[in-house]
């Protein structure tokens, strides 16, 4: 599933494409990705309809439309029960080390698990909690309520670092920085700041990539 910087570009993508043109036609080629709702369901509600701006809360994206009765249409984001748990965004103003450390350092879990926990902290997943905490020099194995203030403060100045970056770099992998681990999260990868074998380990049922040597 797309993670937080992917999904904020497709969102600047509809933003600066798709707002205030009457939709003319929906096809829907693969009828899983609806829920509750019909491919025609679908098309009467939007046909016509016009989209008024592109949110973007966690991973997921609202398009609220002019036409009140269409599907779409998105008056609270507690009507979508998902959305409704999802944790602080990350980037936000509001989200200060002071909040990140009393979400982060009461958690006995891995804190590869606590970053990707959606009612936590919201649009972190697989591929940037590896990066986070490659960043931040800590493995992801480790309890995050054993983490110092200290390492909580390099986990917190990392996540800011890597997703805004990431934003910067339009989401696309290849334009990353060559000291990030994410182009070498695969078989046989090799750990960019020191050369040595990344280790792929399952933490809480996901596969976290990282470098034993350079990550404490």
């Known amino acids: 599933m797309p993670e937080l910087p992917e999904v904020e570009e497709i969102r ?13 036609r929906v096809t829907v080629p693969d009828t899983r990705v609806l829920d509750n709702v019909t491919p025609s369901s679908l098309g009467r509600g939007l046909k016509r309809a016009s989209f008024v701006a592109a ?19 998105m ?14 965004e990350p980037l936000s103003r509001g989200f200060t080390f002071k909040r990140f450390q009393a979400i982060v350092s009461p958690r006995g879990n891995p804190i590869h698990s606590v970053l990707m ?3 936590l902290i919201a649009g972190i997943g697989n591929i940037y909690s590896d990066e986070i905490t490659f960043q931040a020099r800590i493995r992801p194995d480790r309890k995050a309520s054993g983490l110092s203030d200290e390492s909580l403060r390099r986990l917190f100045d990392a996540m800011k670092l890597v997703l805004n970056r990431a934003i910067e770099l339009d989401a696309e992998l290849d334009r990353y920085p060559k000291d990030w681990i994410i182009p070498h999260r695969k078989k046989g990868g090799m750990c960019p700041v020191c050369g040595g074998a990344l280790v792929k380990k399952a933490i809480g049922g996901r596969s976290s990539y990282f470098c034993p040597t350079c990550q404490k």
């Open 55 to 73: 949110h973007r809360r966690g991973k997921y994206i609202l398009l609220p439309t002019d036409n009140e009765k269409t599907l779409f249409h």
């Open 12 to 24: 600047g993508y509809l933003e600066g494409n798709s707002l205030e043109k009457p939709v003319i």
């Open 117 to 119: 926990n959606q009612e």
């Open 75 to 88: 008056t609270s984001e507690d009507d979508i029960p998902d959305i409704a748990k999802l944790g602080p």
